[in-house]
């Protein structure tokens, strides 16, 4: 396992590519389940925990559907496990890393609001970045194309988690 855990980090990185991973459905559901966890670690940082166990599903939710829809109309589907487990263990990863850094910067209070929104923009570039390399090979298509679709990806979760914040929010 550790084995492929370098794999993924090297992937985030956009030193490996997302065909070279095995086919394997364990692989798969570890990372989703990866995925998801520190979905729930990321959310809850901000929001109260049940809403934290929520938007998790919904962001894998969305990318399942996302990537199941590109890679039909590409006429690819064979290719729907490695995208989707290089996604999400790509996406557990750079999250990892994301929860730590804003864990700390939380804990320095109001001086590390600015650090936070440089921090956070870099990091959600990262991630735009390395999905889209992963779309980008999927589809065989050009990297700008990839990041295209990884863009729409990173505004439509965007959407769906602040409506779903309104939704919470408003009084019943």
Known sequence: MLHWLHFYVRLC??????QDAP?????????IFAFYCVGVAFTSLSQAFIVGLIMPIL??????FLTNLILWIRKT???YEQTI???SFCGAIIGVITVVILSYVVSLGDSGES???VLGSILILWVT???????????EVTFFGGLGVSMIYMYLSFAVILRL???IAAPF
């Open 77 to 79: 589907p064979e290719r």
């Open 85 to 87: 487990t290089a996604l």
């Open 115 to 117: 650090i936070m929104t």
């Open 59 to 64: 962001q894998i939710a969305l990318l399942i």
């Open 13 to 18: 990185f956009l030193k490996e590519v997302p």
């Open 165 to 167: 914040m309104k939704i």
């Open 129 to 139: 970045v390395v999905f889209g390399h992963i779309f980008y090979h999927a589809m």
């Open 23 to 31: 086919y394997s459905k364990s692989l798969l559901y570890t990372g």
